[in-house]
C-alpha cells in the first residue's frame, strides 16, 4: 500500500496493557502528525514531529508517549489508558513547515479502552 | 490561539441542490484554508484548499470563497450527488510553520 498506513487498524485493550501504534508513510514526507479523533469533537492535534525532532506536544497526558526513528515512520506508546481515550487514533504526514500544506492522512486506529 | 468554528454541524440536501459549509477563525495573520472530506469509515482527505491572497478557488463543482476582512470561508458544492455525503472538516494554518487546527465537522446527507 503506498501513502500512509497504519496498524493495527483496530485495538482493544485494558487500563493496565502496553501497546504501540505504528504509521508508516511511503511519500518522502518530512513531518508526520498523531490526532486523536472523537465523536463530536474536532480532529485534536497531539504531537507533530519535523525531521524526527517533536517539535510540539499539545498538553497530551504523560500516559501517550510518542517515538519517530526516522522521518517516515512514527509510533505512538499507550500504557495505562482511560475509557476516555477511546478514541480514532489517525496519523498524517506533510512535506514539512515551510513547504507544501497539504496533510495526507493514515486509515486510522481504533482504539477501544475498557 | 486560534479558534474555529464550523457551521452547520449537520447539513440535509436533495440531490442536485447547492449545499454550503462555513467557517470563521480569530487570528487575522491565518493564511491557508484548506478542506477535507472524511466519508464514512475513512481518513480524512484534501479536497480543496486556498491562500490568503485569493479570494475564489474552484474546482468543478466544488468552490471555496474567503473573505479575509471577515474572517470566514465557505466550501460551496454544486448539483449534490449521494456520493458527495460525508463529514466535511474545514481548517486553518498560520504561518509557514503553523500547524492545522480543524473545525468540528459538517455531516453532510445528499438524499437521491
Known amino acids: 500500500e503506498t501513502g500512509v498506513t497504519q496498524t493495527p487498524r483496530h485495538l482493544v485493550m485494558g487500563m493496565t496493557n502496553k501497546k504501540s501504534l505504528k504509521c508508516e508513510q511511503h511519500?518522502?514526507?518530512?513531518?508526520m502528525y498523531w490526532y486523536k479523533q472523537s465523536a463530536k469533537k474536532p480532529l485534536e492535534l497531539m504531537f507533530v514531529?519535523?525531521?524526527?525532532?517533536?517539535?510540539e506536544n499539545n498538553s497530551v497526558p504523560s500516559r501517550f508517549s510518542p517515538e519517530c526513528p526516522n522521518s517516515s515512520h512514527l509510533f505512538l506508546h499507550l500504557h495505562t489508558l482511560q475509557p476516555e481515550d477511546s478514541a480514532l487514533y489517525l496519523c498524517?504526514?506533510?512535506?514539512?513547515?515551510?513547504?507544501?500544506?497539504?496533510?495526507?492522512f493514515g486509515p486510522g486506529t481504533r482504539l477501544t479502552v475498557l | 490561539g486560534e479558534n474555529v468554528e464550523q457551521h452547520p454541524s449537520t447539513l440535509s440536501v436533495q440531490e442536485g441542490d447547492s449545499a454550503v459549509i462555513k467557517c470563521t477563525y480569530s487570528?487575522?495573520?491565518?493564511?491557508?484554508f484548506p478542506w477535507y472530506k472524511q466519508e464514512l469509515g475513512k481518513r480524512p482527505q484534501l479536497i480543496i484548499d486556498?491562500?490568503?491572497?485569493?479570494g475564489e478557488k474552484k474546482d468543478q463543482r466544488i468552490a471555496v470563497t474567503l473573505n479575509k476582512t471577515a474572517k470566514h470561508f465557505s466550501l460551496h458544492i454544486t448539483e449534490t450527488q449521494p456520493e458527495d455525503s460525508a463529514v466535511y472538516f474545514c481548517?486553518?494554518?498560520?504561518?509557514?510553520?503553523?500547524?492545522?487546527?480543524f473545525g468540528k465537522g459538517t455531516k453532510l446527507s445528499v438524499k437521491p
Open positions: 498524517a504526514s506533510s512535506q514539512g513547515p515551510g513547504r507544501r500544506n497539504e496533510q495526507f
Open positions: 511519500l518522502g514526507h518530512n513531518a
Open positions: 514531529y519535523s525531521l524526527e525532532e517533536r517539535v
Open positions: 487570528d487575522s495573520a491565518s493564511n491557508y
Open positions: 486556498i491562500r490568503s491572497n485569493v
Open positions: 481548517a486553518v494554518k498560520r504561518g509557514s510553520q503553523g500547524n492545522l487546527i
